[in-house]
């Protein structure tokens, strides 16, 4: 039998949360090891474009957010990953929703290109027009987890339970006195009713063509620049299933539901891709389908995991908006979440992290709109 192995940190789940965590923990000299069932990047985060694109429109606290998370990823990726990411920008074909007047509300830089302008630049351009955002880039999500997990000890498993035994976790053979949990859309191992997931299912495809495509194209769907390994990255589809109670146990492409639509879904984007770009000598070299795990405010949520039903047995007037301060809440001790990053797993992972490990090893503040006190107070009072 092996012997048992005793960590600062274990990590549950090896996506852009989990293994961004996993960084920032060990790069503080901590002692890391990350677990998960699917191997890495075997949930949301293998099937991601993975484009990372400003969010325009009028300033609002989300879009800020949205933006600082993307300054600072890129700068992170192009630092630490330079061979994993293509920075070469996004054009943001017009739309009712895209118009040059709405674009005007921000100070994000961006240049107008007509439809002449674009088949000059490319004459597989479709009759489109739009706008050019230079701070966007494209990267491949597996090669980047499996790079920020180096030097932490990585193990398959599915974890059923978490026993606390004199201050120490225990899963498996590993003991750990912190606990991360960066499920994603699967079932969290504590309670955490506040933390309502929705799974969005989702496909994207990797094709290869010989059509040159100068920088990543979005409208409904992206198509990506033409990546270092001469693929080119096509997604992503969108399906909810929000009348049915969810409980992902496992990835989508072992879900029933899910599995049974990938043919109408690759037909689905390359026909969407065709109206923006003529790609030639189209081979799908593979698709990737994966959840991602939304909440109904769109930001995602990190801080210390908190004990809902005990923290309402202890102050059930919260219920009736009583303000208790977050020091006096119960939490499930020594665990921490970072989760619901949406759409936008590779933009917010770095940034999150780095914002979640610095409360978790030096108590920095986590801003309120992405905490999980925000939350629980919120949906106490609301129930
Ligand atoms: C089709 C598609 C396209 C996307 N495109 C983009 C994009 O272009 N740009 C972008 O930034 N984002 C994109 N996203 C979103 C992005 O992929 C997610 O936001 C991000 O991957 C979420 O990361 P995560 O670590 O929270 O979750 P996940 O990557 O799902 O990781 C959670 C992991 O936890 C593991 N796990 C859960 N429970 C257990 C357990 N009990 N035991 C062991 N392991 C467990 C799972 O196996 C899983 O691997 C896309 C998502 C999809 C589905």
Redesign the pocket.
Known sequence: MSPMKTYDYLI???????CNTAYFLKQSGKKVAV????GI????????????SPLPGKTNLYNTFVNNALDFSIDFYQRLFPEDIDAKGVLRVKNDNFTEEKLQTNSIGHQYYSSQELQKISENFKEIDGYFYADAAVLD?LKICKKLIEGCDFYI????TLTFEDGLYKVGEIKAKHIVL?????SS?VELPYMKISPI????IDVKTTTKIPFNIHKSI?ISTNKSDGTVAI???HQRHDNEAMTCLT?CDKCEYYVNSEEGQIQTLLSQAEELIRLENVEVLKT??????TIKSYFPVIGRAIDHENSLKKYPSIKKGTKIPPEKLQYHENIYV??A?????????PYLAKILSQNILHADKIPQELSTEKLFYKTARTK
């Open positions: 549950i789940g090896a996506g852009s949360a989990g677990v998960d069932r699917e990047a075997g949930g949301a985060s293998g099937a991601a474009g993975a484009f990372l999500p498993e599915n974890v059923e960066a499920q994603g859309a699967s191992l299912f989702g496909l994207r992206s997604g992503a589809t990835t990737y389908k994966g959840a991602r795990a970072i989760n990053l949406g759409s936008r797993g590779f933009v917010f992972g």
